[in-house]
């Protein structure tokens, strides 16, 4: 199956991801880690969220992939 794409900024992404702006703690965490377990290839992520940590923890367990391969 083709996941859909958009281009942004010169560079082409999955059209669907997982949003993190509300996402605290430990439910930040798992739900990063399930979203790349089941395909996920785009995570919305920005400073100004303030879950840089629990983003970077469910994403942990992934860095074992080519960084072209998240976008």
Partial sequence: ??????EANGA???AIGLGTW???????????EQALRL???HIDT??????EGE??????FY?????EEIA
Wanted: glycine fraction near 12%.
């Fill in 1 to 6: 199956m083709t996941t859909p794409t958009i």
């Fill in 12 to 14: 082409r992404i999955p």
């Fill in 22 to 32: 509300d996402l605290r703690g430990r439910t930040c965490a798992r739900m990063v």
């Fill in 39 to 41: 395909g996920y290839r």
């Fill in 46 to 51: 920005a400073e100004m969220y303030g879950n």
């Fill in 55 to 60: 983003v970077g923890e469910g994403a942990t």
């Fill in 63 to 67: 860095f074992t992939l080519e960084a």
